[in-house]
């Protein structure tokens, strides 16, 4: 699990506790990321406690309840490292809605595939142009602006596939057709 090992890269640099975790987690990613909820975050520092990746100590304080501050065991690191030398790895297909839309679209005609084309097109231009605005605001730090790019590469590669899409409308409006009249034409001469 991906934050469950930001979490422990985070606790690397020293102990923490959940508030100061999440900040340092939104200030290593960036806004691309989007936001690490404090409840979510709780529930992966009791999980790393409890596989044994992380202690938890409370900590007294004068005028609020005790905080509880996190560290790193020698169990977690050994975790974080294995993490860090294993590469990602899709693990089954490529899952996007897009394709789900263009799959529906296509079997509904090519007025409804061209609609969801013209729809994507718009909101992946628009994405591109507030990726380009963050990254002239985050162009400072190197972590930061490398997620952004990569968004901006992704982004791209999504609007070129709403090109091959529309390039190739009238063909996948037609492969419903072909796909409805094969198994007929195959039971027809499996009978005769």
């Given at each position: 699990?991906?934050i469950?090992?930001?979490v422990?890269?985070?606790?690397?640099?020293g102990e923490?506790?959940?508030y100061?975790?999440?900040?340092?987690f939104?200030?290593?990613?960036?806004?691309?990321?989007g936001?690490l909820?404090?409840?979510h975050?709780?529930?992966?520092l009791?999980?790393?406690a409890?596989?044994?990746?992380?202690?938890r100590?409370?900590?007294r304080?004068?005028?609020?309840p005790?905080?509880?501050?996190?560290r790193l065991?020698d169990?977690g690191r050994?975790?974080?490292d294995?993490?860090l030398?294993?590469?990602?790895?899709?693990q089954?297909?490529?899952?996007?809605?897009?394709?789900?839309?263009?799959?529906a679209?296509?079997?509904?005609?090519?007025?409804?595939?061209q609609?969801?084309?013209?729809t994507?097109?718009?909101a992946?231009t628009g994405?591109?142009r507030?990726?380009?605005q963050?990254?002239?605001?985050?162009?400072?730090d190197?972590?930061?602006?490398?997620?952004?790019e990569t968004?901006i590469d992704?982004?791209?590669a999504n609007?070129?596939?709403?090109?091959?899409?529309a390039?190739?409308?009238g063909?996948?409006?037609?492969a419903?057709?072909?796909v409805?009249?094969?198994?007929?034409?195959?039971?027809?001469?499996s009978?005769g």
């Amino acid at each position: 699990m991906p934050i469950q090992h930001a979490v422990l890269a985070l606790l690397a640099d020293g102990e923490s506790h959940g508030y100061d975790l999440r900040e340092q987690f939104e200030q290593a990613v960036g806004p691309q990321w989007g936001d690490l909820s404090i409840g979510h975050l709780y529930q992966v520092l009791d999980r790393l406690a409890r596989e044994g990746l992380v202690r938890r100590r409370g900590v007294r304080q004068a005028t609020r309840p005790d905080r509880i501050v996190y560290r790193l065991t020698d169990a977690g690191r050994a975790e974080l490292d294995a993490w860090l030398e294993t590469p990602f790895v899709r693990q089954s297909g490529y899952r996007d809605d897009f394709f789900l839309k263009l799959a529906a679209a296509a079997r509904l005609g090519l007025d409804s595939l061209q609609r969801v084309i013209t729809t994507q097109r718009k909101a992946y231009t628009g994405e591109l142009r507030t990726l380009a605005q963050l990254r002239a605001q985050h162009e400072s730090d190197p972590v930061v602006r490398l997620l952004i790019e990569t968004a901006i590469d992704h982004t791209e590669a999504n609007l070129r596939t709403v090109d091959r899409a529309a390039e190739n409308a009238g063909e996948l409006t037609s492969a419903k057709t072909r796909v409805r009249e094969e198994p007929a034409s195959r039971g027809v001469a499996s009978s005769g």
